[in-house]
């Protein structure tokens, strides 16, 4: 499910592997399933328009800003198994 987030900003690097992940701009339309989670700090989609995809490779990263909506862990072709760290770097204020 695709996602974003207010008050951090996401780092995800890959250990071993390859990820696909789902990209957009949150000023594209979208239809939220759930309400912003505070303690979470997430906000989940059910749909995302003009949505880009990318793969994410060994000793790769890529950094999601609060405007920034992701979808990480989509299947890929291949069968390589993932590992990977997520980094949650708070924003002021």
């Known amino acids: 499910m695709a996602e974003s987030h207010k008050r951090f900003i996401d780092l995800h690097f890959i250990i071993t ?6 990209y957009a701009d949150s000023s594209n339309s979208k239809v939220i399933v759930e ?3 505070l303690e979470k ?12 995809f990318f793969i994410l490779k060994k000793d790769m990263f ?4 609060p405007e920034d909506i992701h979808r990480p862990g989509i299947r890929n072709n291949k069968t390589i198994p993932v590992r990977k760290i997520v980094f949650k770097v708070k ?3």
């Open 35 to 37: 309400n912003y989670d």
């Open 41 to 52: 700090d997430t906000e989940l989609y059910s749909s995302v328009f003009n949505e880009s």
């Open 62 to 65: 890529v950094l999601f800003y």
């Open 91 to 93: 924003l002021d204020g």
């Open 17 to 22: 592997g390859e990820e696909k992940i789902g």
